[in-house]
């Protein structure tokens, strides 16, 4: 059965910078999508990032373009989410997701992880 635990979350002042990752287990990792969600307190879930099986590929949400990156390392099954110069309203629990397709919904997404809390402060 596939898992992803997501890692890497916590407080930062606002204009700081975290790194996610995502390491995947019990999946064929180097074939699936792997994509990056947020839930704010109160609100919907909302897409961030998608990465393509190959890493060649990018989309990324409007408001995290350019203060955010996504990556993956096949050889470690790991995906990765940099974030730079963040916002108070990025403040959310940050899902990753595996699907052989994702769309920015999540619909598609086979497997998810249990979040991992970024919090950010003024």
């Known amino acids: 059965q596939g898992q992803l635990v997501e890692s890497g979350g916590g407080l930062v002042q606002a204009g700081g910078s975290l790194r996610l990752s995502c390491a995947a287990s019990?999946?064929?990792?180097?074939?699936?999508?792997m994509g990056w969600f947020r839930q704010a307190p109160g609100k919907e879930r909302e897409f961030v990032a998608r990465?393509?099986?190959?890493?060649?590929?990018?989309i990324y949400a409007d408001s995290v373009k350019g203060r955010f990156t996504i990556s993956r390392d096949n050889a470690k099954n790991t995906v990765y989410l940099q974030m730079t110069s963040l916002k108070p309203e990025d403040t959310a629990l940050y899902y990753c997701?595996?699907?052989?397709?994702?769309?920015?919904?999540?619909?598609?997404?086979?497997?998810w992880g249990k979040g991992i809390l970024v919090t950010v402060s003024l």
């Open positions: 997701a595996a699907g052989l397709s994702i769309t920015s919904k999540g619909d598609g997404a086979e497997y």
């Open positions: 019990g999946l064929a990792f180097g074939t699936y999508v």
């Open positions: 990465i393509s099986w190959t890493g060649i590929s990018t």
